[in-house]
T-cell receptor, first 115, second 113 residues
Framework: DADVTQTPRNRITKTGKRIMLECSQTKGHDRMYWYRQDPGLGLRLIYYSFDVKDINKGEISDGYSVSRQAQAKFSLSLESAIPNQTALYFC??????????????FGPGTRLTVL | GEDVEQSLFLSVREGDSSVINCTYTDSSSTYLYWYKQEPGAGLQLLTYIFSNMDMKQDQRLTVLLNKKDKHLSLRIADTQTGDSAIYFCAESGSGGSNYKLTFGKGTLLTVNP
């Protein structure tokens, strides 16, 4: 079974709708992240969480919110979706070993289309 | 702010070597990474290099780091069709900032039979 799972894998929605993307992990990692990937733009960090009570904005948090329901679950919400939020969304996790390399493990992605 | 640049496309013949280049601007970068994204999948860490190293070799992969020029390269020897993917260069700091990855835009490697 995959260590980092995302649901749904694909979603088409309309402008103004509320959408939630979910991420679960079985790696036992404390750190979780949400990124978006746009063609030709690489990955940009939306939100990150170092534990259940620690949530932080990333580079492009406007229009998004998150919830860390448990160590293993981190959800991303679009309160009122707009077309320029059409993108590929990735969840990632890492164990956050202090000072060392912090390898991030990525889920398979959710392709979101906002019409 | 930090910036990571890499060319967007590379096409090679099967069996040849591939070299993907990357430049970065943050002189405090501590770790430099190469991630691979296969079609329809998430990113997977291929290898990384610590900033005080010049070279790291791992089977068919060779990473070269020129810290003075802030230039990183990934060489794939004997490139196979299964190596076709997008390759992302990324950098991070150390300690409390080791989580913060700055990614390049990705290089699409196409391997032709």
């Amino acid at each position: 079974d995959a260590d980092v799972t995302q649901t749904p894998r694909n979603r088409i929605t309309k402008t103004g709708k509320r959408i939630m993307l979910e991420c679960s992990q079985t790696k036992g990692h404390d750190r979780m992240y949400w990124y978006r990937q746009d063609p030709g733009l690489g990955l940009r960090l939306i939100y990150y969480s170092f534990d259940v009570k620690d949530i932080n904005k990333g580079e492009i948090s406007d229009g998004y919110s998150v919830s860390r329901q448990a160590q293993a679950k981190f959800s991303l919400s679009l309160e009122s979706a707009i077309p320029n939020q059409t993108a590929l969304y990735f969840c990632a996790t890492s164990d956050g070993l202090a000072g060392g390399v912090d390898e991030q493990f990525f889920g398979p992605g959710t392709r979101l289309t906002v019409l | 702010g930090e910036d990571v640049e890499q060319s967007l496309f590379l096409s090679v013949r099967e069996g040849d070597s591939s070299v993907i280049n990357c430049t970065y601007t943050d002189s405090s970068s501590t770790y430099l990474y190469w991630y691979k994204q296969e079609p329809g999948a998430g990113l997977q860490l291929l290898t990384y290099i610590f900033s005080n190293m010049d070279m790291k070799q791992d089977q068919r992969l060779t990473v070269l780091l020129n810290k003075k020029d802030k230039h990183l390269s990934l060489r794939i020897a004997d490139t196979q069709t299964g190596d076709s993917a997008i390759y992302f260069c990324a950098e991070s700091g150390s300690g409390g900032s080791n989580y913060k990855l700055t990614f390049g835009k990705g290089t699409l490697l196409t391997v032709n039979p």
